[in-house]
């Protein structure tokens, strides 16, 4: 008898089964990056812009901190409230009576990346390196309340050792300030002031040469809770875990995906495709269904940040106070913030925002279009007659801000009669722009690292590294240095509000609004906590299955 019929049964058997395997495999749902991620804690983010470098000393760019925050670690750091001063490489400190001498102790456990000891030199090192003329570090103004800070930056002063920064034992390291600056904690929570491995720095000529190779992969010794581990320029940046750590057994999260996405409505597609566990931003076209169902994924938080126009002083036509006005007077911040913003800011009429360390003001910046006519009239160009052809510089490709952008366009047109183009360049190009000062005028944003009017009123300040509008006034200048000389809160607060009252007399730097942090957080995200800093604990996050 042929075998042929008693083992077909047990092929069809066979074959039956492949088949229900392969339907049950395909009918399986794919899993997707965030359920990946929450199963092996890795958190993926969307990040806005292509970081230029991973340099924290030459940084100018609030994406950048985001990522500067995972990999380094300064003396302190801010807790996810964004206002607590916690203590970093420093375990303690201690301040003198007179408030001018900061002392702290470093941890005998902080080591970089590759096992070295992070120790006080590194710190003199690196304020060194910050400082350093030829650097141009754009965040120098932050250190200005140091002892001779600001002369060793521009020449007066040669010796960096005259500096009030010292080291007098691998430990601890001591500051000594030029005047009393109750927000000095804060300022060295900054993500600038972090040290660096000063071998890295000399294998490739780093301490007087902005980035450069020793910040990629393989090459970046860091001291921070994460290590630079990829980065494919335009797809993802990722950092993972640093064993080495202080306080590594804290840390949670085994990995970051940092995704350069700039357009906002192509990341929250992302989002909702399980791609990213949050955004940087949120489409304006998006935020009222999100808010309207009440979504918890949905975060909008008020931020220290000021969007505005940079004029380029130094050039005409901007070099003309009176088409400066023109142009400021123009705008038309409440109808912006209505038809144009919806949720994504609030109007502004002062450069710094209201409440800022305590302090408001009056609304220096109004709308007056029958006096912007006339000012560019008196200027020579009536009607917008004569007025040369430049552009308005967007360094974004984000849609949101390219309306916003529209918005001024119009109503400069419609007021004034001047036809002003519209330049979206990358990111990166933009920043190049702002430093060589190749720009008519541009949209312009500062995020505050502190909570107090100093950081952002210094960018009017003569010859400061981000004073990108080139301006120099004598008694700005003047109001400026009374905020430091002031004895007594009255005398500051008048000496702020002078510097206030100035920039919107000068004009320039024109307010438009004050943000509005819109964006997406998964739900299985836990510990992730946003602030008017914008900074995340990045050690106080885990992923929740």
Request: glycine share 6%.
């Amino acid at each position: 008898m042929s075998p042929i019929p008693t083992k077909f049964p047990t092929f069809l058997a066979h074959l039956t089964a492949a088949a229900a395997l392969l339907f049950a495999s395909a009918c399986t749902k794919r899993e997707t990056a965030v359920e990946s991620g929450n199963r092996t804690q890795t958190l993926h983010v969307g990040n806005q812009s292509e970081p230029p470098d991973l340099d924290p000393h030459t940084n100018n760019s609030h994406v950048v901190s985001l990522i500067h925050d995972a990999l380094f670690e300064g003396l302190v750091r801010l807790a996810a409230d964004g206002t607590t001063i916690l203590p970093g490489v420093a375990e303690r400190w201690d301040i003198s009576a007179d408030g001018r001498t900061y002392t702290f102790h470093l941890r005998a456990n902080a080591t970089w990346s590759n096992g070295d000891p992070v120790t006080a030199d590194d710190f003199l090192a690196a304020f060194r390196r910050f400082l350093e003329p030829k650097l141009g570090c754009e965040g120098a103004n932050t250190v200005f309340s140091l002892l001779n800070a600001r002369d060793f930056l521009e020449g007066r002063v040669k010796d960096f050792a005259a500096v009030g920064i010292k080291a007098p034992d691998p430990r601890t390291v001591v500051f000594t300030l030029g005047f009393r600056a109750p927000y000095f904690l804060s300022v060295l929570a900054d993500a600038h002031l972090r040290p660096l491995h000063q071998p890295s720095l000399d294998k490739f000529n780093g301490r007087t040469t902005r980035g450069g190779k020793w910040t990629e992969p393989g090459q970046l010794i860091s001291n921070g809770p994460f290590v630079l581990t990829e980065w494919k320029p335009n797809a993802v940046l990722v950092v993972t875990k640093n064993p080495r750590y202080w306080d590594a057994a804290r840390v949670r999260l085994n990995a970051i995906r940092y995704y350069p996405v700039e357009d906002a409505a192509v990341e929250e597609r992302m989002f909702r495709a399980g791609q990213l566990h949050a955004t940087f931003s949120l489409p304006q076209a998006k935020i009222d269904a999100y808010a309207s169902q009440r979504a918890p994924e949905l975060r909008a938080t008020p931020v220290l940040r000021t969007n505005f126009v940079t004029f380029s002083t130094q050039r005409p036509p901007f070099n003309d106070v009176r088409v400066r006005r023109a142009f400021a007077l123009a705008l038309d911040r409440e109808r912006l913030a209505a038809t144009t913003l919806k949720g994504r800011g609030d109007a502004a009429f002062s450069y710094v925002r209201p409440g800022v360390g305590g302090y408001s003001f009056p609304p220096f910046h109004r709308h007056d279009a029958a006096e912007a006519k006339k000012l560019l009239a008196e200027a020579g160009f009536p009607g917008g007659a004569g007025f040369p052809a430049l552009d308005y510089t967007v360094g974004s490709r984000n849609q949101d801000d390219l309306l916003v952008a529209q918005a001024l366009q119009q109503m400069w047109q419609q007021t004034l009669g001047v036809k002003v183009g519209i330049a979206s360049v990358e990111f990166k190009v933009w920043l190049d722009l702002l430093r060589t000062k190749t720009f008519a005028l541009t949209a312009d944003t500062w995020s505050m690292g502190i909570n107090d009017p100093v950081d952002m009123l210094a960018l009017g300040v003569t010859g400061d590294p981000n004073n990108d509008a080139g301006w120099s006034h004598a008694p700005y200048d003047a109001a400026y240095a009374a905020i430091a000389a002031s004895s007594d809160e009255p005398a500051r607060r008048a000496a702020i509000a002078e510097c206030e009252r100035l920039i919107a007399d000068q004009v320039p730097y024109v307010p438009v609004f004050f943000s509005v942090q819109n964006h997406l957080v998964h739900s299985s995200v836990v510990g992730w906590q946003d602030s008017a800093v914008h900074r995340i604990d990045w050690t106080a996050i885990s992923l929740k299955p």
